[in-house]
């Protein structure tokens, strides 16, 4: 029954998920439905699993045992080609800022017009309008995972996942980042983001997804969970104290 | 001492006045040279791409053997494609021996190992940083490899300069399959070792020369692809 919800609900789903090596859990996910609007902001401390769930929510690694659902089915090409990431260190082509966000469009087919048409109109969603002739590889911090996220939006994404995009950046960039997270949020794209930041969890996130240890202990509304944390690990965590 | 330093004089004036054999040699080797490392980048770039980051049984064989070959004897690659192209070997039918088709093609068997070889390195580097992304953007392994040689230009001019410095200086086995014939396939090399031998310096040394400033050129172009490609990669950093 609730599989059949969660297709209704263009949901994802976690059954049973295990990453082992050495003998160790990385992950050990039992169960994990995400089912609404979001964002989802997956919150813990380093080596809690959160960029391997990720990961393993995108399809770019496949877990030792359990999978991952998507609209009621196994995660599959046909799913993760609607899903698009944005990693911690933007990864940008060696080539100029348009012609990173050309290399999506041509990639959907779309016609050189309306191609260009569809640049300008990310490049001015992400202010990057005067810097589209630039070499990507000489963009700030900021500018560059701008330009990453515009290049995941490109792709015209039911979900975006964000593995801690704003770690290595100052307020100011963060703000933007945030913003651009929002307004996708808005349009309707899902935002699955992993974080360490507990600030930006309050101002971004529906639900939250805690982790530690490679479980999850606790999902919830984001006032329940950061207001009112039913776990140990969280209060722990959400109150600045040394989580392992 | 006034012999040599006669024969100096001599080869500077060979080169200043604009001798017509000389130029004609460094032309015919230019030509020879550029054809095969143009050939050789058509071949051993997308093998090595492919060799960067296609996964399959015996592919960790296929690089040792890969970089092996570019420590080939060029003599023995002279004699290997002497056989193929004389006239009781496979490709006799097509008389291409002694003629400057058959120097590029010593040279492409030649140069096509190191130019795929540091392909290899360079794709397999930048494939292992834009790998999940290219994964996320839902390129195939395949569909990667232009997007990769494309992205590493910068640093697979170095492999071309490399390949071409290997190709120009190149003397055992142009002089088998080309014979060394004058006005036919005589190149700079081949000029040297034959002018060498009958005591003409003047001619060798201003080829010589020649051959020198090819390759300091060369090195120099390496030097500033590299530095560039160096700077693109910090910046990324």
Not at chain 1, 95 to 122: C, G, H, Y
Not at chain 1, 186 to 211: E, F, N, S, W
Not at chain 2, 152 to 157: D, E
Request: one cysteine or more; hydrophobic letters at 50%; a positive charge.
């Amino acid at each position: 029954m609730r599989d059949l919800l969660c297709d209704m609900t263009k949901c994802l789903q976690v059954r049973g998920l295990q990453i082992r090596r050495n003998g160790r859990a990385l992950l050990d996910v039992a169960d994990l439905t995400l089912d609404g609007p979001g964002p989802t902001l997956l919150l813990g401390p380093n080596g809690a699993g959160k960029s391997l769930l990720l990961r393993c929510l995108h399809g770019l690694i496949s877990p030792d045992q359990g999978r991952v659902i998507q609209d009621g089915a196994p995660l599959g090409p046909v799913h993760t080609a609607r899903q698009a990431m944005v990693f911690q260190q933007p990864v940008l082509l060696r080539r100029s800022v348009s012609a990173n966000l050309d290399f999506v469009l041509r990639r959907q087919k779309i016609a050189r017009d309306a191609r260009k048409t569809r640049i300008a109109e990310l490049l001015t969603e992400g202010g990057l309008e005067d810097k589209a002739r630039q070499s990507a590889r000489s963009l700030s911090g900021g500018e560059a995972q701008r330009l990453a996220i515009l290049r995941a939006l490109a792709t015209g994404p039911e979900t975006l996942f964000l593995d801690e995009p704003t770690s290595a950046l100052d307020p100011s960039a963060t703000q933007m980042i945030e913003r651009m997270i929002q307004r996708a949020s808005t349009r309707g794209v899902r935002i699955v983001m992993v974080t360490h930041d507990i600030g930006q969890a309050r101002r971004l996130a529906a639900d939250i997804v805690m982790m530690q240890g490679g479980h999850v202990v606790e999902h919830g509304p984001a006032k329940q969970v950061l207001d009112a944390p039913e776990s140990e690990a969280s209060r722990r965590y959400l109150a600045g104290g040394l989580v392992t | 001492m006034q012999g040599l330093a006669s024969e100096f004089s001599l080869a500077v004036a060979l080169i200043f006045e604009g001798d017509s054999e000389l130029w004609a040699i460094v032309l015919l080797s230019l030509k020879v040279s550029v054809f095969a490392v143009l050939i050789s980048a058509l071949i051993g770039m997308p093998v090595g791409a492919a060799l960067a980051v296609a996964r399959f049984p015996g592919r960790r064989s296929l690089i040792v053997l890969m970089n092996a070959l570019m420590g080939f004897p060029p003599v023995v690659v002279g004699l290997l494609v002497y056989l193929m192209l004389s006239r009781s070997g496979p490709l006799g039918v097509l008389e291409l021996l002694y003629t400057p088709t058959a120097m590029i093609i010593a040279q492409v068997v030649l140069v096509t190992p190191i130019v795929a070889a540091l392909t290899r390195q360079v794709i397999e580097m930048l494939a292992e940083e834009y790998s999940e992304q290219l994964r996320s953007l839902g390129v195939s392994r395949l569909a990667s490899v232009p997007v990769l040689l494309w992205d590493a230009r910068l640093a697979l001019v170095t492999a071309l300069l490399a390949g071409f410095g290997r190709a120009i200086a190149e003397v055992g086995a142009v002089i088998i399959v080309g014979g060394n014939i004058n006005h036919v396939t005589r190149v700079m090399t081949t000029t040297i070792a034959l002018e060498t031998s009958k005591g003409n310096l003047a001619l060798a040394l201003a080829l010589g020369a020649i051959l020198i400033g090819i390759a300091v050129v060369v090195n120099a172009m390496v030097s500033a692809a590299s530095l560039r490609a160096e700077q693109e990669g910090l910046r990324h950093a």
